[in-house]
T-cell receptor, first 110, second 114 residues
């Protein structure tokens, strides 16, 4: 079992939809949970990270971590065509290497 | 306010040649991480360096790959005697503190081995 699992999609939604992106992980020692956005042929861009369980909101983006079920989610409200990208989840323990999911490709149509 | 810089952005090598990938971290960042992204796979950690020291190379292939981060100058990822399976995007990231979750990524170097 991979340490971080992510459905690769692709996921296609119309503009304005609420998008839900999800990952599961197996290592209960993970403490930090990250979401990155990667446009085609570009480097990953950190959207946000959370420590332990709970929610974190930044504009149209909300990250959720449920450590009891080892589930990580990213919600995008009022999705825009510019949100079309690959979204990578990652997790780690403090000071250790990030473990990434394979990424979910999102397409938002206008 | 430059971010992480990587060069070259694209590199073509023939089998058996050497590839040298350079990474200049964000100014003031002393922690550098290298990742490889193969087609249809996620980002895989390769090595973590601090100035003049390799801290964690657990993701680095045992042979042909090496990395350094000298006191002066960029970090270098070196691949000797490249093979077709080395074709991938190589990303460098840097952080101010030794906290990988705070790292910023560069644009990557796309290596093609003919």
């Amino acid at each position: 079992q991979k340490e971080v699992e992510q459905d690769p999609g692709p996921l296609s939604v119309p503009e304005g939809a609420i998008v839900s992106l999800n990952c599961t992980y197996s290592n209960s020692a993970f403490q930090y949970f990250m979401w990155y956005r990667q446009y085609s042929r570009k480097g990953p861009e950190l959207l946000m990270y959370t420590y332990s369980s709970g929610n974190k909101e930044d504009g149209r983006f909300t990250a959720q971590v449920d450590k009891s079920s080892k589930y990580i989610s990213l919600f995008i409200r009022d999705s825009q065509p510019s949100d079309s990208a690959t979204y990578l989840c990652a997790a780690n323990q403090a000071g250790t290497a990030l473990i990434f999911g394979k990424g979910t490709t999102l397409s938002v149509s206008s | 306010n430059a971010g992480v810089m990587q060069n070259p952005r694209h590199l073509v090598r023939r089998r058996g040649q050497e590839a040298r990938l350079r990474c200049s971290p964000v100014k003031g960042h002393s922690h550098v991480y290298w990742y490889r992204q193969l087609p249809e796979e996620g980002l895989k950690f390769m090595v973590y360096l601090q100035k003049e020291n390799i801290i964690d190379e657990s993701g680095m292939p045992k042979e042909r790959f090496s990395a350094e981060f000298p006191k002066e100058g960029p970090s270098i990822l070196r691949i000797q005697q490249v093979v077709r399976g080395d074709s991938a995007a190589y990303f460098c990231a840097s952080s101010y503190r030794p906290e990988p979750q705070e790292q910023f990524f560069g644009p990557g170097t796309r290596l093609t081995v003919l």
